[in-house]
């Protein structure tokens, strides 16, 4: 078992930068593609980006790309999402999820470990 949990979430201004952190415990991130997802009111569920497992490669959402970038830390079991140039459209909660298939996958159903979310509201 893996289990998730976010932080970093908070209120800013457009323009602003946030960067929000997924803490593992149970189990190490080893093998596990790890990604980045966000839910705005009223709004579906959509990709963020996703970081794999090896070889380690970045896909990006064409809305935050440029804006985004992910790292993870795997001695520390930590993924990151470090957030520029924020916009009031990225105002969402945002949930980290593992999937061990290891693949930079973009499709949600492939993740089987999730966070609760995290709070991101971007002011204009």
């Known amino acids: 078992q893996v289990q998730l949990v976010e932080s970093g979430g908070d209120l800013v201004q457009a323009g602003g930068s946030l960067r929000l952190s997924c803490a593992a415990s149970?189990?190490?991130?080893?093998?596990?593609?790890l990604g980045w997802f966000r839910q705005a009111p009223g709004k579906e569920r959509e990709f963020v980006g996703v970081?794999?497992?090896?070889?380690?490669?970045?896909v990006y959402a064409d809305s935050v790309k440029g804006r985004f970038t992910i790292a993870r830390d795997n001695a520390k079991n930590t993924l990151y999402l470090q957030m520029n140039s924020l916009k009031p459209e990225d105002t969402a909660v945002y949930y980290c999820?593992?999937?061990?298939?290891?693949?930079?996958?973009?499709?949600?159903?492939?993740?089987?470990?999730w966070g609760q979310g995290t709070q991101v509201t971007v002011s204009s």
């Open positions: 999820a593992a999937g061990g298939h290891g693949v930079a996958s973009m499709n949600s159903r492939e993740y089987e470990y």
């Open positions: 149970g189990r190490t991130f080893s093998g596990y593609a």
């Open positions: 970081i794999s497992w090896r070889p380690s490669i970045t």
